[in-house]
Every structure is written in C-alpha cells, then in structure tokens.
C-alpha cells in the first residue's frame, strides 16, 4: 500500500471490523462498542496458547514454541478475520 498524504492508518476492531477508536485492557485496538471485551483463550497453530504484547509498531503475539506471531496472523488462526469496514 502506498502512502499518500493525508491519509491514515486505521486500525480495525477484530471483533466487528469497525474502525478501532480506543483500546481495551488488554491494550488492542477496539471500537467503542467492543471496549469491554477481551480475547481469551487465543491458541496457536502449534497448539500453544498466545500472549498479547504492546509493541512500537503496535499489538503482537508470543507463542512460546513459535516465538512471534503477527497480530493479524493470530487473530486469524483463532477465527477473528480482520475485515474491512467497507465489507460492513
């Protein structure tokens, strides 16, 4: 993707698709309607489960036999595909 000015990023909230305003306890990007929730239970593919870190470039996963794993990866591994806010 390229970048061009005066566009930005938007994050999405993995659980609707919407566009991540604010941020959980768990400190991932979230709508406001989602703000309360927490992902729990999140596995790996190896079967280990992941453990949500705060990174410079945002959000990540840690599996302890994998090492890391990309946030969209884990998501999608555990059945929360990123959508677009368009497809809502």
Same mark, same amino acid.
């Given at each position: 993707? !390229?970048?061009?000015?005066?566009?930005?990023? *938007?994050?999405?909230?993995?659980?609707?698709?919407?566009?991540?305003?604010?941020?959980?306890?768990?400190? *991932?990007? *979230?709508?406001? !309607?989602?703000?309360?929730?927490?992902?729990?239970?999140?596995?790996?593919?190896?079967? !280990?489960?992941?453990?949500?870190?705060?990174?410079?470039?945002?959000?990540?996963?840690?599996?302890?036999?994998?090492?890391?794993?990309?946030?969209?990866?884990?998501?999608?591994?555990?059945?929360?595909?990123? !959508?677009? *806010?368009?497809?809502?």
């Amino acid at each position: 993707m !390229r970048k061009v000015y005066s566009e930005e990023n *938007v994050s999405h909230c993995p659980f609707c698709g919407g566009a991540a305003i604010t941020k959980n306890s768990q400190k *991932v990007p *979230v709508c406001t !309607r989602h703000k309360d929730m927490e992902l729990v239970d999140l596995k790996c593919a190896c079967g !280990r489960y992941l453990d949500i870190k705060e990174g410079k470039f945002g959000p990540f996963f840690i599996c302890t036999n994998c090492n890391i794993v990309s946030f969209k990866k884990g998501l999608d591994m555990n059945g929360y595909p990123l !959508r677009s *806010v368009d497809d809502l």
